[in-house]
């Protein structure tokens, strides 16, 4: 993990995404998942490239039901992303990096 790569609960949520200057990919992901596990490497890959200038973050939708719902979140994984404080994008289910890193470009 490094900087950009944070845990979220709904202590931290508000200062690390809605208040975030950069803008934050949120993942909403379960242990039991075989899709998250597959999608670990790939959002860690995209949180290690320093010319991709975004945040990734993520909400373990066992530990924190709050979030979960607060965002209506029925399905893991989840990718939401926050720029400037608010929802620009989902993405639901499983996906590919470059899909991830298109939907980023957009907010550039």
């Not at 202590?11 to 899709?35: I, M, Q, T, Y």
């Not at 490497?41 to 979030?67: C, Q, R």
Request: net charge negative.
């Amino acid at each position: 993990m490094n900087d950009n790569f944070i845990e979220l609960n709904e202590a931290n949520f508000d200062r690390e995404v809605l208040n975030a200057l950069k803008p934050v990919l949120v993942e909403f992901w379960a242990g039991w998942s075989e899709s998250c596990k597959a999608m670990a490497p790939m959002l860690e890959s995209v949180a290690k490239d320093d010319g991709v200038p975004v945040k990734i973050a993520t909400v373990n939708v066992e530990h924190h039901e709050d979030l979960t719902d607060q965002y209506g979140v029925r399905t893991v994984p989840t990718l939401l992303i926050f720029n400037q404080g608010a929802l620009q994008d989902q993405i639901v289910g499983r996906t590919t990096e470059q899909a991830v890193r298109e939907r980023l470009e957009r907010l550039a």
